[in-house]
Nanobody, 124 residues
Framework: QVQLVVSGGGLVQAGGSVRLSCAAS????????MGWFRQAPGKEREFVAG????????YYAHSVQGRFTISRDNTKNTVALLLNSLKPEDTAVYYC?????????????????WGQGTQVTVSS
């Protein structure tokens, strides 16, 4: 069992930056694939970024490629998402997730644990 606690977020102006952090419980954090998702009002939840257990491979949605950076620290059981060059369309509730899947998860149901969401609001 893994518990994920998300922190960070808030209100930021367009072009600004914000950092989200996700702290995980459990002694096997380093074996999980970690990811970030977001859900904007009236839209379905979507994948944003992910990293495999070692942090050596990262994956990004096309819409955030080059602006967001995911990183993890297995010694601290944390994964972070740095959001740069924010746009109003990045406004959403952001979620942290963990997967036990071997290989990078392709479907949302393959993410087994979810943290609570945190609101990021980008003003124009």
């Amino acid at each position: 069992q893994v518990q994920l606690v998300v922190s960070g977020g808030g209100l930021v102006q367009a072009g600004g930056s914000v950092r989200l952090s996700c702290a995980a419980s459990g002694r096997t954090f380093s074996s999980y694939t970690m990811g970030w998702f977001r859900q904007a009002p009236g839209k379905e939840r979507e994948f944003v970024a992910g990293t495999i257990w070692s942090g050596g491979s990262t994956y990004y949605a096309h819409s955030v490629q080059g602006r967001f950076t995911i990183s993890r620290d297995n010694t601290k059981n944390t994964v972070a998402l740095l959001l740069n060059s924010l746009k109003p369309e990045d406004t959403a509730v952001y979620y942290c997730a963990a997967s036990l899947r071997v290989g990078f998860p392709k479907e949302e149901f393959e993410w087994h644990y979810w943290g609570q969401g945190t609101q990021v609001t980008v003003s124009s």
